[in-house]
């Protein structure tokens, strides 16, 4: 199990203390996925693979020193000039929970869904 499944399966345990029931984590990963070529190294560095972390560039400049960034970029450019495809790594997890039948009954309705004497009904259109 990597961090990444550990993670989503404690979440999922955290769900079920805050007090639903029939909790279902589903997991897929697929490893090696084809993928289009680079394209542009110059632009891909300057990207950010989620808006919470730092781009390739900065996490390059921070893990290698010049040689090797150097010799990183030579490789990653003769790459996109080639239009060599890529290969990805892709994950998905799908979630459900039910709430418990006991909780169910508290909530209150807001009065448009109800079939209540004196309230409307909102019919589908």
């Given at each position: 199990?990597?961090?990444?499944?550990?993670?989503?399966?404690?979440?999922?345990?955290?769900?079920?203390?805050?007090?639903?029931?029939?909790?279902?984590?589903?997991?897929?990963?697929?490893?090696?996925?084809?993928?289009d070529p680079?394209?542009?190294?110059?632009?891909?560095?300057?990207?950010?693979?989620?808006?919470?972390?730092?781009?390739?560039?900065?996490v390059?400049?921070?893990?290698?020193?010049?040689?090797?960034?150097?010799?990183?970029?030579?490789?990653?450019?003769?790459?996109?000039?080639?239009?060599?495809?890529?290969?990805?790594?892709?994950?998905?997890?799908?979630?459900?929970?039910?709430?418990?039948?006991?909780?169910?009954?508290?909530?209150?309705?807001?009065?448009?869904?109800?079939?209540?004497p004196?309230?409307?009904?909102?019919?589908?259109?």
């Amino acid at each position: 199990m990597s961090h990444a499944d550990h993670a989503a399966g404690s979440q999922a345990c955290s769900h079920v203390t805050a007090g639903f029931e029939a909790v279902e984590l589903h997991h897929r990963a697929q490893i090696d996925v084809p993928a289009d070529p680079i394209g542009d190294w110059e632009t891909l560095k300057r990207v950010a693979p989620n808006p919470l972390v730092p781009t390739y560039d900065e996490v390059i400049a921070a893990a290698l020193n010049d040689d090797e960034r150097e010799r990183l970029d030579t490789y990653m450019n003769a790459l996109a000039a080639a239009g060599t495809p890529t290969r990805r790594t892709m994950a998905t997890a799908f979630l459900r929970a039910r709430r418990p039948q006991r909780n169910r009954e508290d909530v209150p309705r807001h009065p448009a869904l109800t079939d209540a004497p004196g309230t409307r009904v909102r019919k589908a259109r």
